[in-house]
């Protein structure tokens, strides 16, 4: 293995094929929408969700990598409406009463404001999971052994990767567009 792999590499070559997979498809602008704040917030975020992500990835990692899309579309609804609620959110306020099992639907109805199974839901859903596989396989090609400190720095890059990409579609929903400065 190169041993000048670079894991800060492989989270921006990730972010910009999942960014430029969702532009071509519409569900974002072509720049993502991001903000300091919410990519700041992962940091914590991760403390609480690491622990459950590690337990189910194996079994089920496209769910994994999904969840942690559903976990940036919660911070960014926060960031957006509620900027306290969004300062002290964790990562257990995002769990719904089944735990890491129905994140989804909790974040979905009591954070969103979708009703399970409505339209809006199912069209975020579908996102997520096509997002979710285009990172597994991004995983996957990665040059690193599986079981190595360079593997678990790619496991973490990917749900980095998918928790702004949840950000950025929850952003665009929003309203919200990427404007360069100056």
Same mark, same amino acid.
């Given at each position: 293995?190169?041993?000048?792999?670079?894991?800060?590499?492989?989270?921006?070559?990730?972010?910009?094929?999942?960014?430029? /997979?969702? =532009?071509?498809? %519409?569900? #974002?602008?072509?720049?993502?929408?991001?903000?300091? !704040?919410? *990519?700041?917030?992962?940091?914590?975020?991760?403390?609480?969700?690491?622990?459950?992500?590690?337990?189910?990835?194996?079994?089920?990692?496209?769910? /994994?990598? =999904?969840?942690? %899309?559903? #976990?940036?579309?919660?911070?960014?609804?926060?960031? !957006?409406? *509620?900027?306290?609620a969004f300062k002290a959110l964790t990562y257990d306020d995002l769990k719904g009463k089944r735990g890491f099992d129905d994140?989804?639907?909790?974040?979905? =109805?009591?954070?969103?404001?979708?009703?399970?199974?409505?339209?809006?839901?199912k069209e975020l859903e579908s996102t997520l999971a096509y997002c979710a596989a285009e990172a597994l396989g991004a995983m996957r090609h990665e040059p690193v052994e599986d079981l190595t400190a360079e593997a678990y720095k790619v496991f973490l890059r990917s749900i980095e990767a998918m928790y702004r990409l949840g950000a950025a579609l929850r952003l665009a929903a929003l309203g919200y567009k990427f404007v360069k400065e100056g």
């Open positions: 293995m190169d041993t000048h792999y670079s894991d800060r590499d492989y989270l921006d070559r990730l972010v910009a094929r999942l960014s430029e /997979t969702c =532009a071509r498809k %519409g569900w #974002i602008p072509e720049m993502m929408p991001a903000t300091s !704040d919410i *990519d700041g917030k992962w940091n914590s975020l991760l403390e609480g969700f690491i622990g459950d992500a590690v337990h189910e990835f194996n079994s089920y990692p496209e769910v /994994t990598l =999904a969840w942690a %899309g559903y #976990i940036g579309c919660a911070a960014a609804e926060l960031w !957006d409406d *509620d900027f306290e994140l989804d639907e909790h974040v979905l =109805a009591d954070v969103l404001g979708m009703p399970v199974g409505s339209p809006q839901a």
